[in-house]
Nanobody
């Protein structure tokens, strides 16, 4: 079982910045991809950005050029630098990962509990 712990959410004014962090607990878990999703009230959960083990990044059109996803040196940590925030970015942000445990062929996926980001106008 892998636990994901997110931090860095909060309340910020439009135009401001926040940095989200996520740490995965199990060092025996070989990560394939890590990413950030968000869910606004009354809406479906959507991909914000993700990054593969090889470093390939993918962004939602709505955040391209404003958000930057990155992995830490420890590789089990994930960051999301969010700049030029606007009220449409408000929501609960979830860290996600999938990968394999050493010696097993199945792929497992895990979600963090989420961190609230609120952007005021």
């Amino acid at each position: 079982q892998v636990q994901l712990v997110e931090s860095g959410g909060g309340l910020v004014q439009a135009g401001g910045s926040l940095r989200l962090s996520c740490a995965a607990s199990d060092s025996s878990f070989s990560i394939n991809v890590m990413g950030w999703y968000r869910q606004a009230p009354g809406k479906m959960r959507e991909l914000v950005a993700d990054i593969t083990n090889g470093g390939t990044t993918n962004y939602a059109d709505s955040v391209q050029g404003r958000f930057t996803i990155s992995r830490g040196n420890a590789k089990n940590t994930l960051y999301l630098q969010m700049n030029s925030l606007n009220p449409a970015d408000t929501g609960v942000y979830y860290c996600y990962t999938d990968g394999k445990f050493t010696g097993r062929r199945e792929t497992f996926a895990y979600w963090g509990p989420g961190t609230q980001v609120t952007v005021s106008s």
